[in-house]
Each structure stands twice: as structure tokens, then as C-alpha cells.
């Protein structure tokens, strides 16, 4: 019989100020002695000193490694600042938690994800998006031992982040139909628990998109643990697949053709509108909740050109091939491209 791996965090911490008990729950997952800090400048001020101070009431010695880039470089940097620690907590947004991740995986040791911003899932999956010449690639990793996200920090980071964390997940519609799609004409593996997870985390981002207020606490509380679901999803399917189909592989091109990409998961809910327009869903319904976060649902918006909007949707069935989409092996036509982002007013 086959077997499968399904990696979880053992405690998960999501509140106002659980930053300050980094510390007792570190000790309280049995480890001791050495641990590496991963932050950068700004969130060291906001929040990481918070923790260093709670570690070192704990008698934890605590290395600070300051990071700006998700890059194999960076990673290397990381990994060459470990000084015997057994445990990496990486303390900021995407690229820091990424960076963690990756340079512990590669060391074999333990990661506590503290994330100060909620802009995307990947503070709880077993993956993570380095940048390379080629763009982005999303790499495989181990999960968190534990979670600490302090939901006063993360309200008080710029709403944008939040509203692209929304986005992010929302995005869980249209990747969860071209898995379907994928499993019906490509015959490949699909886990009904993991797409029902996905789902449910999406509508209940949906159905609470007029409730999500900038500076409200109680928003970026449900806006966490839904990013917590969503990472949960892709830990149990082993793969991406469950938040992540055509809407990201248009994303993915625009980070390569645009010339100031706007955040992940705001490109990835101007993605889904048009996406769901392909799969004969109500994009409209996406488009609309969108506003209500205040995420962008536009070129405009995104602060992107219209034409790299076109090249974008005509050149993402090209990433990641061997993942098949609504886009198919051949890709749309740059006719059709306008067609798609003019009908869903993206363009």
C-alpha cells in the first residue's frame, strides 16, 4: 500500500501580542540553546525585537541574520550564519519566511514561521518562492514546527498586504477547477479533502469581504487562519495545486515581463476574474468581492500596463508546462487575450 506524507506545524499561535511568548513557546517545543533570527531592518523595529528579547528571557542565545531578498544567495547567507543553532525563526513577510524555510530545509533543521504581514499562504506550506534568472520558482520545503502570527502586528502593516493576502486566497476558486479539469483530461492525482479545504477557506474570505476593515484586528485574525487553511491545503495534496492554477501562472509572467510587478496575490485575483471568465464561472461574483477588499481588479489598479497584461495571459500556459490549466498546451491567442481582459474589464 502506498504511504504519504502530510507535514503539519505542532503548535500554532495566531493572536494580539503572541510575538511576546516566543520565547515559552519555543521552550514549550522542547528546544534549547542556539537559535538563528531571520528578519530584515524594518521588521527588526516593528515586532523582532519583541521576540529576541522573549527568546533571551528564555535563555535562548539568538543570532540575527538581515535579509532583503528571496535569492539562493540570501539562502546561503543564512545558512552560513547557523552557529550550531537547532532552530531558525524567520520573523517578516514572503521573502523572509521563505528564506527561513528554505535554508532550514537545507540544513535539516527546525523553522517557526512569525509572519508580520499576511499577504500570501506560503507562511504555513511546505513550499517556497525564490527568485531566480528566470524569474520565480517555487520550491519544495518543510513545513513550520510552529506558527506565531501576532494578528496587532499584521493589522497594523499596510492594508495592502492584507487585501493581497485575500486575493491570494481567493485564487483558490479557479486553481481547485483546473485541477478538476486536470484530473478529468489528464488523468492526474486529485485529493477531495485537500480541493474541499480550499474551497471552504475561499468562501469564507468571500463571504466576510465587506467585514475586512484596515487597522481591525478581528480582520487580519480571519484573514491569517484562512492563509493557515489554504497552506494546509497544499500540505495535504503535496503539492501546490489546491491554491495555485492559471490565475499564478499568469502572475508568474507578469513578474517577468512587467517592469514594477505589483504584489503576488494581487496580480493572482486580477488572474482569477479572468480565469474564472474561461471556466464559465462568475467572474463577476470574484470581480465584485475584490472591491470589497479593496484589492485591485485591473491593469490600472495593479499599476501595469495594458499590453503586458495581453503578453502575460498570452505567454502564461509557458510556465510550469507540465501543469495543465484552463490556458491548455497551446496558450490563447493575443486576440483572444484582449477579448478575456477587455470583457472582464481588466483592460
Known amino acids: 500500500m502506498d504511504s504519504k506524507k502530510i507535514q503539519m506545524p505542532r503548535e500554532v499561535h495566531i493572536g494580539a501580542d503572541v510575538i511576546d511568548n516566543t520565547g515559552s513557546i519555543c ?17 527588526l523595529k516593528i515586532g523582532a525585537n519583541r521576540a529576541i528579547e522573549s527568546l533571551e528571557n528564555e535563555d535562548f542565545s539568538v543570532d540575527v541574520s538581515k535579509i532583503n531578498a528571496a535569492t539562493s544567495e540570501t539562502i546561503e547567507e543564512v545558512k552560513n550564519n547557523i552557529n550550531n543553532a537547532s532552530l531558525i525563526v524567520g520573523i517578516g513577510g514572503g521573502t523572509v519566511i521563505d528564506v527561513a524555510k528554505m535554508a532550514a530545509t ?16 506560503g507562511i504555513v506550506s511546505p513550499l517556497a518562492s525564490i527568485k531566480s534568472s528566470a524569474g520565480s520558482v517555487s520550491l519544495k520545503a518543510q513545513s513550520p514546527i510552529g506558527v506565531i502570527a501576532d494578528t496587532n502586528i499584521i493589522s497594523n502593516a499596510p492594508f495592502r498586504l492584507l487585501a493581497a493576502g485575500c486575493a491570494d486566497i481567493v485564487s ?6 483546473d485541477w478538476q479539469l486536470a484530473s478529468r ?5 486529485y485529493s477531495e479533502s485537500a480541493a474541499a479545504l480550499s474551497i471552504m477557506t475561499a468562501k469564507l474570505i468571500m463571504n466576510s469581504s465587506k467585514s475586512i476593515k484596515e487597522g481591525l484586528e478581528e480582520s487580519a485574525r480571519l484573514v491569517v487562519k484562512s492563509l493557515f487553511s489554504s497552506g494546509m491545503a497544499i500540505s495535504i495534496a503535496g503539492s501546490s495545486r489546491p491554491a495555485s492554477g492559471s490565475e499564478h501562472k499568469f ?15 494581487e496580480q493572482c485575483g486580477v488572474g482569477t476574474i479572468m480565469m474564472m471568465n ?19 481588479t485591473n491593469a490600472y489598479e495593479l499599476g501595469i500596463d495594458s499590453e503586458d497584461i495581453i503578453k502575460a495571459l498570452t505567454l ?5 508546462p507540465e ?5 491548455g498546451e497551446q496558450g490563447l491567442s493575443e486576440d483572444a487575450a484582449r477579448k478575456l481582459a477587455t470583457k472582464t474589464g481588466v483592460i
Not at 515581463?257 to 505589483?262: D, G, L, N, V
Not at 464561472?281 to 470589497?292: T, Y
Not at 501543469?323 to 490556458?327: M, Q
Open 323 to 327: 501543469r495543465y490549466t484552463i490556458l
Open 251 to 265: 502572475s508568474h509572467a507578469l513578474d517577468m515581463i512587467a517592469k514594477r510587478p505589483a504584489l503576488h496575490g
Open 316 to 320: 502564461a500556459h509557458t510556465i510550469r
Open 172 to 177: 483558490n476558486y479557479t486553481a481547485i477547477k
Open 27 to 43: 521552550k514549550d517545543l522542547r528546544f534549547e540553546g542556539n537559535v538563528l533570527v531571520v528578519t530584515d531592518s524594518n521588521v
Open 106 to 121: 537545507d540544513l535539516g533543521i527546525y523553522f517557526v514561521s512569525t509572519p508580520t504581514a499576511a499577504s500570501h499562504d
Open 185 to 189: 483530461l489528464k488523468n492526474e492525482y
Open 278 to 296: 474561461l471556466h464559465g464561472g462568475d467572474w463577476e461574483f470574484i470581480k465584485n468581492a475584490l472591491k470589497d477588499m479593496k484589492a485591485p
